[in-house]
């Protein structure tokens, strides 16, 4: 008589439990369904409105002007850097006459002169870096400003030197864009980048230098020379 009681209380308890686990489940299909509904409704509604993005910057980053140069004081690699109205080629010596290097000295001529005339062929660029452990490029952009004192977005010309590891000197050409330069004032953008990278990109910018074509006669260059 035990097994006889015992069995059809053990069936009942076993389906109540069953009865109880289908419960559970539909209502926690029930409260998925509600929250996938829910969250539909909240993807479908904007909570905030976009804000128009704005320049995070406090104000406008500028490099380093190279047009004023501090006698021992470097600027960037550059040991020294000047405008010039061209180079002449010396042969550096290990200090005895005779003796000499396969590195030449270049020396620019009228260095300091930032105003041409219309007709000149090229405006040059003369610098000095402490020895190069790996070769480099230095580049140039020249950009018009305007009246206003708003730089161009566009370069007139570019020019770029790949100096080789271990040489000091080098030169960057700046050729007039057409038959004759426009008169006004001109922006050098100054970069320097390891070979192989783009050389005309902002974060490869070191410092900038300025000149003016005008069609009167330009005033006698500075007389300084580069540091020895």
Not at 92 to 112: H, M, N, S
Request: hydrophobic share 40%; proline share 10%.
């Amino acid at each position: 008589m035990n097994p006889m009681i015992a069995g059809p209380s053990a069936n009942l308890s076993v389906s109540g439990g069953g009865g109880g686990v289908v419960c559970g489940l539909l209502a926690l299909l029930c409260v998925a369904s509600g929250l996938g509904l829910s969250a539909a409704i909240v993807e479908g509604r904007d909570l905030m409105v976009p804000k128009e993005q704005v320049t995070t910057e406090f104000e406008p980053t500028e490099t380093p002007s190279m047009d004023v140069h501090q006698k021992g004081v470097p600027q960037s690699l550059f040991t020294w850097i000047k405008m010039a109205r061209g180079y002449e080629v010396e042969w550096d010596t290990f200090g005895r006459k005779g003796w000499y290097t396969q590195d030449p000295r270049l020396k620019p001529i009228a260095p300091g002169t930032t105003m041409f005339l219309p007709d000149t062929p090229a405006v040059y660029i003369v610098f000095e870096v402490a020895p190069l452990e790996d070769p480099a490029q230095f580049a140039a952009q020249v950009f018009p400003v305007g009246a206003d004192g708003k730089t161009g977005d566009r370069a007139v010309v570019t020019d770029s030197l790949e100096v080789p590891g271990h040489e000091r000197y080098g030169f960057l050409e700046l050729k007039k864009p057409s038959e004759l330069w426009p008169q006004g004032t001109y922006l050098v953008k100054i970069y320097i980048t390891s070979l192989g990278q783009q050389p005309f990109h902002a974060v490869n910018q070191v410092g900038t230098m300025r000149f003016v074509v005008t069609d009167q006669p330009p005033a006698s260059a500075p007389s300084d020379s580069p540091a020895r």
